[in-house]
């Protein structure tokens, strides 16, 4: 019985993690399919370039993930919220200087591979909107996981994933290496915002940027 309920709790994390892979290829091999390897690249040093503002939000799920499983499952609901709220603000707050100074030298941060890669501006500010929206809205795929909605969680990524794909099919014939960054951009919102919005549903607690602390 023990080992039906990891396998039954652990395939879904792992199915995630696959279409959360997925996603993050998607616009990279259909650039590949439409456009030229030089878009590929510029592409992905943008990429690269925006993911600079997750580095918190990782660092924060590291330790977040065990802490968020041992509040809930014991029934700690108010530290489990205070948990959630905190560090949500925690991330938002780290990473807001960071996006700053990225979107205000993005030529600087670029040229350091290349004076080509400065016509990735346009596409680093549309990943960088995108970025600071999955850290705004917190660690809402771990508090999924971690409080029994991992099939929930899979769901949302496969649907994102298939709006993904979708998307840059319709944009990228259009509009290049900018029609990946907006479908990427469309993609975060739609897995984060609906995370947030389940999360609030299940639980009554806001996982977005709020100004102050939970202190009660």
Known sequence: LFK???????????????????????????????TTD?????????????????????????????????TFNNNKLEDFKKLVINSTNIISISTIPVVLVLFFFPNFFLSFFGSDFIGGRNVLYILLVGQSINAFSGSVGFILQMTGNENLFQKILLYTLLINIFLNYLLIPIYQIQGAAIASLLSMIVWNLTSVYFVYKKYNVLTFFSFGYYKK
């Open 38 to 70: 030089f878009n590929v690249g510029i592409y992905n040093v943008a990429l690269k370039i925006s993911m600079i503002t997750v580095i918190v939000l990782g660092a924060v799920n590291s330790i977040l993930a065990p802490k968020i499983s041992e």
């Open 4 to 34: 039906n309920q990891i396998i039954r709790t652990s395939l879904p994390m792992m199915l995630s993690t696959s279409i959360f892979l997925l996603m993050s290829w998607a616009d990279t091999l259909m650039l590949g399919i439409y």
